[in-house]
């Protein structure tokens, strides 16, 4: 690794901690926050999730039809993101609110995808690909900063100073990015012709794709509430913008840490691992509502799902090594679609029983289901046709 290629590494990085540990995640420690000061109801606070996730959909979709200009519309995506963060904190109405987490989750979607086809096809093109974990320790980088800083900065600034402090923060690392991908030329991406080999939709990855969604729908619900559902629980209180800080903290390391594991174990056994702990960490707090549990469920949560993340992406690169924009478009849009319906259906069913056990037991099942996709569509394929990639 030369000092250029990690610094093109590094703000990818870089960009990943914008837009998803800040202008995606940070919504997690402050809804609390704003739920008290402009009494939103649960409910609500779930229509702002979705509004977010319904636009990361629609940027997911979208960035899987990109071709030419990559780097360019990618950075208009960037500046357009950190500008509805600043934008948050400057206004009190719930609609605008809606149409700002939209946006955020517009631009987050094209900066994931795009940035994630790029820094793989790059890293691919100097033989460098098992560098690539190391991208996605800007979620977890990102999650941990917006921990860390929201019950500081909202101390002193209230719930609205904080988005625009985290926007001012955004814009440095954006300039910061710039800088430091000022020579980089990205090429212009190749439609590939379509042919039976060129078929995404089939054979494993369609399992995959499933499975994947279905991790988005389980897995947002604690994203989105667990600080909300653990300061809601007056014994742990204080523990709660702690638990996020510790989600932060085992994200960081986790993707470079799962994708060790897959020189020694499969990828889908080792996907399976991380599924089987996030189920454990989802329905920690249902059992147990003590400050190892909540906190162990943080990190759990923190720990698995960039490794999930990680490890399905690298993965779908490695079945369609040539459709990296694509395969990383089609996850990422199934992933979309489970968490429009995560905080909504969530909702619902706090509603329905009156209890923050409801929402933690539906999102484990989920994603317990997943893990039973994907174990059954892996062994459907290598039945019909056993594969290399295992």
Do not use: C
């Amino acid at each position: 690794m030369t000092r250029q290629r990690i610094g093109v590494l590094f703000g990818g990085v870089l960009l990943l901690v914008i837009a998803m540990g800040i202008s995606r995640f940070a919504f997690t420690p402050i809804l609390p926050f704003m739920r008290i000061d402009e009494g939103l109801s649960f409910e609500e606070g779930g229509y702002l999730a979705s509004s977010n996730y319904i636009g990361y959909f629609v940027g997911a979709l979208g960035a899987g039809f990109i071709y030419r200009n990559k780097k360019n519309f990618l950075l208009l995506n960037v500046f357009v993101n950190v500008a509805s963060i600043l934008l948050m904190g400057l206004t009190h109405s719930f609609w605008l609110w809606l149409l700002l987490r939209f946006i955020a989750g517009a631009t987050g979607g094209y900066i994931f995808v795009l940035t994630s086809s790029i820094i793989m096809d790059y890293l691919a093109s100097h033989l460098l690909s098992r560098w690539s974990g190391y991208l996605f320790t800007g979620i977890g980088l990102g999650i941990a900063i917006s921990g860390l800083l929201v019950p500081f900065i909202e101390h002193t600034f209230a719930w609205e100073g904080t988005w625009i402090w985290l926007g001012i923060l955004s814009t440095l690392l954006f300039m910061l990015t710039l800088f430091l991908w000022r020579h980089i030329t990205i090429h212009d991406g190749e439609k590939v012709q379509k042919t039976n080999d060129t078929k995404i939709l089939k054979g494993f990855m369609l399992w995959l794709i499933v499975a994947y969604g279905l991790e988005g729908l389980g897995y947002i619900i604690t994203g989105t509430f667990l600080v909300d559902i653990i300061y809601n629980i007056e014994s742990l209180r204080p523990f709660a913008s702690f638990s996020w800080v510790i989600a932060g903290i085992a994200a960081a390391p986790a993707a470079p840490i799962w994708m060790a594991m897959i020189s020694k174990l499969s990828t889908v056994k080792v996907l399976s691992t991380a599924y089987i702990l996030q189920v454990i960490g989802i329905l920690l707090p249902v059992f147990s509502q003590t400050a190892w549990s909540v906190l162990l469920s943080a990190f759990l949560f923190g720990f698995t799902f960039v490794g999930i993340v990680s490890l399905s992406t690298a993965y779908a690169r490695e079945l369609f090594p040539k459709q990296s924009g694509a395969v990383v478009s089609a996850l990422t849009t199934a992933y979309a679609l489970g968490q429009i319906a995560g905080p909504i259906l969530a909702s619902s069913v706090e509603a329905y029983f009156n209890s923050f056990k409801a929402p933690l037991t539906f999102a484990g099942s989920i994603v317990a289901f997943a893990l039973v996709i994907l174990a059954f569509g892996k062994y459907l394929t290598n039945r019909k046709q056993p594969s290399k990639l295992t």
